[in-house]
């Protein structure tokens, strides 16, 4: 079990250390099937200062400079406002990241992992911040990429959760996505994901159910977290005044024998950080049963009376199954689309090595 944290975004904003003035730190991205990647950044990026605001692209310019995302911005936006570390959230946040947007919402400086992004002229999109010392360099999540996820869904195979070898097919579909001529491409490349223990105390807070708080507990896959399990989960903790939702993930050969093809996506350890990532969750069980028992209930102190079953609509129709039809649909845009941002950042690549390869008197 894992306990977590579970506030609340778009609350005041709290003083600095010794009541000084609070640091303000921006972020910005396309967040396209958000993952615990994702989470992690922002995790990193809050603890560099004491207010943390996101700027969410809109799909009109993910499409220009990436290509098509797979999920609207609408979307975008909720699963950004859902993890536990973002106090606010900016939509439709211009793709280049100026001083003028950083002065626009009193922001000390922005953060961005160790990768590279660009316009669809091939320049860093924040070069300007770069220049002005408002840029700050956070640890990109090693193990786990969009282009990855999406191998995953394309290619029906298991050996991301059981252990198998990898088969040459998907081995194939990473080297052509994962790899450069310099060896492997330390944005985009598959790699598998080692959990830690650092990692989910990082991730979890440890607090355990305070007197008064209503206990509430829910068990799923909670695969491919997305935007319908935030709004199950937004509704479940709406259900109290102080509710401490617990989730059960079952383990990946149960979700598979229930699911069946290539199922779970994403294996229990990435499950748990994703789900532990949202902030309508306090605690977590690794490895739940499928079936609730009284003597699980029972191990969380709760009441003993039965008849304490609720089912909740969640009023969204998204589930796992229809974001595998999404990329399925649209492979070869995607496929184009990954394609482009390799070309890119090659073609970046170059042009700095060039450039520092010059004498110093040649570049004055």
Same mark, same amino acid.
């Given at each position: 079990?894992?306990?977590?944290?579970?506030?609340?975004?778009?609350?005041?904003?709290?003083?600095?250390?010794?009541?000084?003035?609070?640091?303000?730190?921006?972020?910005?991205?396309?967040?396209?099937?958000?993952?615990?990647?994702?989470?992690?950044?922002?995790?990193?990026?809050?603890?560099?200062?004491? $207010?943390?605001? #996101?700027?969410?692209?809109?799909?009109?310019?993910?499409?220009?400079?990436?290509? +098509?995302? =797979?999920? *609207?911005? %609408?979307?975008? $936006?909720?699963? #950004?406002?859902?993890?536990?570390?973002?106090?606010?959230?900016?939509?439709?946040? +211009?793709? =280049?990241? *100026?001083? %003028?947007?950083?002065?626009?919402?009193?922001?000390?400086?922005?953060?961005?992992?160790?990768?590279?992004?660009?316009?669809?002229?091939?320049?860093?999109?924040?070069?300007?911040?770069?220049?002005?010392?408002?840029?700050?360099?956070?640890?990109?999540?090693?193990?786990?990429?969009?282009?990855?996820?999406?191998?995953?869904?394309?290619?029906?195979?298991?050996?991301?959760?059981?252990?198998?070898?990898?088969?040459?097919?998907?081995?194939?579909?990473?080297?052509?996505?994962?790899?450069?001529?310099?060896?492997?491409?330390?944005?985009?490349?598959?790699?598998?994901?080692?959990?830690?223990?650092?990692?989910?105390?990082?991730?979890?807070?440890?607090?355990?159910?305070?007197?008064?708080?209503?206990?509430?507990?829910?068990?799923?896959?909670?695969?491919?977290?997305?935007?319908?399990?935030?709004?199950?989960?937004?509704?479940?903790?709406?259900?109290?005044?102080?509710?401490?939702?617990?989730?059960?993930?079952?383990?990946?050969?149960?979700?598979?024998?229930?699911?069946?093809?290539?199922?779970?996506?994403?294996?229990?350890?990435?499950?748990?950080?994703?789900?532990?990532?949202?902030?309508?969750?306090?605690?977590?069980?690794?490895?739940?049963?499928?079936?609730?028992?009284?003597?699980?209930?029972?191990?969380?102190?709760?009441?003993?009376?039965?008849?304490?079953?609720?089912?909740?609509?969640?009023?969204?129709?998204?589930?796992?199954?229809?974001?595998?039809?999404?990329?399925?649909?649209?492979?070869?845009?995607?496929?184009?689309?990954?394609?482009?941002?390799?070309?890119?950042?090659?073609?970046?690549?170059?042009?700095?090595?060039?450039?520092?390869?010059?004498?110093?008197?040649?570049?004055?």
């Amino acid at each position: 079990m894992i306990r977590n944290g579970h506030g609340a975004a778009g609350g005041a904003e709290p003083p600095g250390p010794g009541g000084r003035r609070a640091v303000r730190v921006w972020c910005d991205g396309c967040y396209d099937m958000v993952h615990y990647g994702h989470s992690n950044q922002l995790r990193q990026a809050r603890a560099m200062g004491d $207010y943390l605001i #996101v700027g969410v692209h809109t799909d009109e310019e993910i499409s220009k400079h990436k290509g +098509p995302p =797979v999920f *609207t911005q %609408e979307e975008r $936006y909720k699963m #950004v406002r859902a993890i536990k570390w973002v106090d606010e959230v900016v939509p439709a946040a +211009p793709y =280049v990241t *100026t001083l %003028e947007t950083l002065d626009k919402y009193s922001c000390d400086f922005c953060v961005h992992g160790n990768d590279i992004t660009l316009t669809v002229d091939g320049r860093d999109t924040y070069e300007e911040v770069k220049a002005a010392g408002r840029y700050r360099e956070c640890r990109r999540t090693q193990g786990v990429s969009t282009t990855d996820l999406v191998g995953r869904m394309l290619l029906v195979t298991k050996a991301h959760h059981s252990g198998q070898e990898i088969s040459s097919e998907y081995r194939e579909y990473a080297d052509s996505f994962g790899k450069c001529p310099g060896g492997r491409n330390p944005w985009t490349g598959v790699s598998q994901f080692l959990q830690t223990s650092q990692k989910i105390i990082q991730f979890a807070s440890g607090k355990e159910p305070q007197p008064g708080e209503t206990v509430i507990y829910v068990a799923g896959a909670f695969d491919l977290f997305h935007i319908g399990h935030v709004d199950f989960l937004e509704k479940v903790h709406g259900l109290a005044e102080r509710p401490y939702v617990i989730a059960g993930l079952h383990f990946d050969q149960e979700v598979n024998h229930y699911k069946g093809k290539n199922y779970p996506i994403m294996n229990l350890h990435e499950r748990t950080l994703s789900v532990l990532a949202c902030r309508y969750v306090s605690e977590v069980v690794i490895g739940a049963p499928y079936a609730v028992t009284a003597e699980l209930l029972d191990h969380f102190k709760e009441p003993k009376r039965r008849g304490i079953f609720c089912q909740i609509d969640s009023g969204s129709d998204l589930t796992t199954d229809l974001i595998v039809q999404r990329i399925i649909k649209n492979r070869l845009e995607y496929e184009a689309r990954n394609q482009k941002k390799e070309a890119k950042e090659l073609a970046f690549l170059e042009s700095r090595r060039r450039q520092e390869a010059q004498p110093e008197t040649e570049r004055l």
